[in-house]
Each structure stands twice: as C-alpha cells, then as structure tokens.
Antibody, heavy 121, light 107 residues
C-alpha cells in the first residue's frame, strides 16, 4: 500500500536548522509531487510547498521562501524538508503528503504520520 | 492568496444527527476542493476530493457538494467515530490554503 513514513521528533534551539525526512513506498516515487504542511499546537493546517521528485524542482509558500529547502533522494525514495533559522513559533507537527489529481481536483493522500519539531532554548 | 472560510468553527451534535459544514473560497475554485478529517494526535485523513467524490473506503454517510466559491460537507447520520475536526482545502492555485477547521463535538 502507498505509505509515507517520516523521521522522528526533533528538539532544536532558536536559530538552528532542522531536516525532516519522508520515506515513500508502494508507488513510483517520481510519479507524484510531495507536499509539506505544518500544524502548530492546537492550530490549523499551513501549506509550506511542494517538491517534484522527478526533476527535483520545488515551489515554496512565500512565508517560508527564504528559510525552507525541499530536496529528494530518488535512490532511497525519500524527500526532505529543511527549515533554517528556527524561531519559537516554528514549533509544530510537520507532515508530508502525496499529491493526486484528476479532472475535477487535486488532493493529498496519504499523509505521513507527522514529525514534531520543538524549538526551545 | 485564496482565503478559505469554514463555518461553523465548532458544532455540538448527537449520534444520529445530520451535520453540515460549509466552506467558502474568496474566489472561484471550480471543484478543486478537498475535505479532510483529523482526530487528536493523527494526520489528516482524506474524505472527499473534487468537491463531491467520496474517497475509497470512506462511509457513504459523508457527502460533499458545491462549485465555484461555496461548498458543503454533510454527515447524514453522525456516528461516534465521526467526532473530530474537519478541514477544507483548495488546490486550484498556490498556496494550497486550508480552512480554519470545524470541530464536531459530542452534545
């Protein structure tokens, strides 16, 4: 079955960087874009950007443009999201999700299990 | 950016009730609208895509409708496992924004 498995929880200090991985299985890794979404504690969902695993091209939400980098390693079917210059309000659960679409719309399914990133001094 | 406004932000209902959640887009998105369910400590789960297409494996008591700017998610007969938070999302244009969520709680 299609599955996305993310790396474990991280605790980082303000100003540091964090790199979260997303291991894909059950489908052809290069056939589908992967998106990243985050959710601060008790808050809603915030879209961060996508990566095209085939080309390595990426597109980021303007809010994160200067601090986020999305990459992939096709040899191990894994995508990565690195966020730099961490701030306290970057504390959140970070999700990867597989993008799918047809003539009527696009959707995220499945999602990874989430990775909690805590920014604390 | 397209703003997605969900209402209500929370609703209290009983098992067996019919529940309707609305989502309004700040500009037309055709049918590029998905609905997700999220339970505490879990990742969102896809319910509906393309505004009205039920994801495989999702119970038929869930249905979606709408096009353009106004959309609805309906749970025809609320079950105990349906108490959760529901989010809409537009995938018509970037950024792929989400609604603020609707918490369905036990009355």
């Amino acid at each position: 079955q299609v599955q996305l498995v993310q790396s474990g929880a991280e605790v980082k200090k303000p100003g540091a960087s964090v790199k979260v991985s997303c291991k894909a299985s059950g489908y052809t890794f290069t056939d589908s874009y992967l998106h990243w979404v985050r959710q601060a504690p008790g808050q809603g969902l915030e879209w961060m950007g996508w990566i095209n695993p085939n080309s390595g091209g990426a597109r980021y939400a303007q809010k994160f443009q200067a601090r986020v980098t999305m990459t992939r390693d096709t040899s191990i079917t894994t995508a990565y999201m690195e966020l730099s210059r961490l701030k306290f309000d970057d504390t959140a659960v970070y999700y990867c999700a597989k993008y799918n679409s047809d003539s009527y719309g696009g959707w995220f399914d499945p999602w990874g299990q989430g990775t909690l990133v805590t920014v604390s001094s | 950016d397209i703003q997605m406004t969900q209402s209500p932000s929370s609703v209290s209902a009983s098992v067996g009730d019919r529940v309707t959640i609305t989502c309004r887009a700040s500009q037309g998105i055709s049918t590029w609208l998905a609905w997700y369910q999220q339970k505490p400590g879990k990742a969102p789960k896809l319910l509906i895509h393309g505004s009205s297409s039920l994801q495989t494996g999702v119970p038929s008591r869930f249905s979606g409708s709408g096009s353009g700017t106004d959309f609805t998610l309906t749970i025809s007969s609320l079950q105990p496992e349906d108490f959760a938070i529901y989010f809409c999302q537009q995938t018509d244009s970037f950024p792929h924004t989400f609604g603020g969520g609707t918490k369905v709680a036990i009355k």
